[in-house]
């Protein structure tokens, strides 16, 4: 069974804080993803990678950075976090093959900025 | 527009009617497609492919229009325990997956 873990379930932070959000995969994917959700706005695409130390931007890029050091692990950095970046964010992890590929989430943080 | 659209929703049905939720997609370079559910205040999981030819998987069955490039989802008999919202994912060759905003059902005794 595919397990997707990330560090907190929830998670508060100050205005102009750096936020590290990690997500860890035990099934040897090559791709992982972090998302936002939002009501009215469904999932957004950040940032994915499809190896260790590549990444690359997806739609809302802005405000985020990402770290690949090892395969398993794909952690999501907000530099400094403003109110705009409350939000679920849910990473995700599949193999590559062509498109078909399913995605399998972690259970999401729902991070607030105070 | 957006890439990928949903029925707005909500579905609100009683026990076992049947519920049709179609999605339209504007890549028509899109290579694959899902639905996947959702539950309250939990992550997405996939409920099932979509294939050309169309699937079934017990109550669920899933369409595929390439031509005019929508998909659909039928609940059969629906249960109380369908109450989630259902996202539709398309994927394009290079494996970049866009979601719609989702479409929520409530199955009522």
């Known amino acids: 069974d595919v397990k997707v873990t990330q560090s907190s379930r929830y998670l508060v932070k100050r205005t102009g804080e750096k936020v590290f959000l990690e997500c860890v995969q035990d099934?040897?994917?090559?791709?992982m993803f972090w998302y936002r959700q939002d009501p009215g706005l469904g999932l957004r695409l950040i940032y994915f990678s499809y190896d260790v130390k590549m990444k690359e931007k997806g739609d809302i890029p802005e405000g985020y950075s990402v770290s690949r050091e090892k395969k398993e692990r794909f952690s999501l950095i907000l530099e400094s976090a403003s109110t705009n970046q409350t939000s679920m964010y849910l990473c995700?992890?599949?193999?590559?093959?062509?498109?078909?590929?399913?995605?399998?989430f972690g259970p999401g943080t729902r991070l607030l900025v105070l | 527009r957006k890439e990928v659209e949903q029925d707005p929703g909500p579905f609100n049905v009683p026990e076992g009617a049947t519920v049709a939720f179609n999605c339209t997609y504007s890549n028509s370079a899109s290579q694959s497609f899902f639905w996947y559910r959702q539950d309250c205040r939990k992550e997405p999981k996939l409920l099932m492919s979509v294939y050309s030819s169309g699937n079934e998987d017990g109550r669920f069955t899933a369409q595929l229009n390439r031509a005019s490039q929508y998909i659909s989802l039928l609940i059969r008999d629906s249960k109380l325990s369908d109450s989630a919202t259902y996202l539709c994912?398309?994927?394009?060759?290079?494996?970049?997956?866009?979601f719609g905003d989702g479409t929520t059902l409530t199955v009522k005794p």
């Open positions: 994912v398309v994927n394009t060759n290079a494996g970049k997956s866009t």
């Open positions: 099934m040897d994917h090559e791709n």
């Open positions: 995700a992890s599949s193999l590559t093959g062509g498109g078909q590929e399913t995605q399998y």
